[in-house]
């Protein structure tokens, strides 16, 4: 329960210390002539920009002031969320996280010219449907 701003800190390091590994399973992919699309916070705009692989890179994230009460809503209401189990504090906890980290990936994003998508809690559904349009552009 350490402040989001912490929390990406942490985040981060750990992200820096991933990426090597990473990038190898990517070129990997690509010496096998295999697309693959990956998922996940260890992916920093600062390393997707440097790849000198054919690639598309899509940053998540979710800045609503409104995510809060929505995760929560689908938590308790879907005993299969991830997030079923966490008290209330857990999630408003992790949903700061979650601000901090979308403002920081849109940021970066755009620093690196990326492309970064905000996921539209009211509208899901079709944001993941403008991510995919995106990815295959």
């Known amino acids: ?3 989001a701003e912490q929390t990406l ?4 390091r ?3 210390a991933y990426w090597p590994h990473l990038q190898k399973f990517l070129e990997s992919y690509e010496e096998d002539g295999v697309d693959v ?6 992916i920093l705009p600062q390393f997707t920009y ?4 054919p690639h598309k890179s899509i940053f998540l994230g979710n800045t609503s002031d409104s995510h809060p009460i929505v995760i929560t809503k689908q938590a308790r209401q879907n005993r299969h969320d991830w997030m079923h189990g966490y008290t209330d504090d857990e999630i ?5 996280f979650f601000a901090v980290m979308s403002r920081f990936m849109r940021e970066e994003a755009a620093r690196y010219n990326l492309i970064y998508q905000e996921l539209d ?16 552009q």
């Open 1 to 3: 329960m350490q402040s």
């Open 9 to 12: 800190e942490e985040q981060n």
């Open 14 to 16: 750990q992200s820096r």
């Open 37 to 42: 699309i990956l998922e996940g916070v260890a």
């Open 50 to 53: 440097k790849l000198e692989l």
């Open 92 to 96: 408003k906890s992790a949903t700061e």
């Open 121 to 136: 809690d009211d509208n899901f559904e079709a944001s993941l449907q403008t991510t995919a349009a995106k990815l295959l």
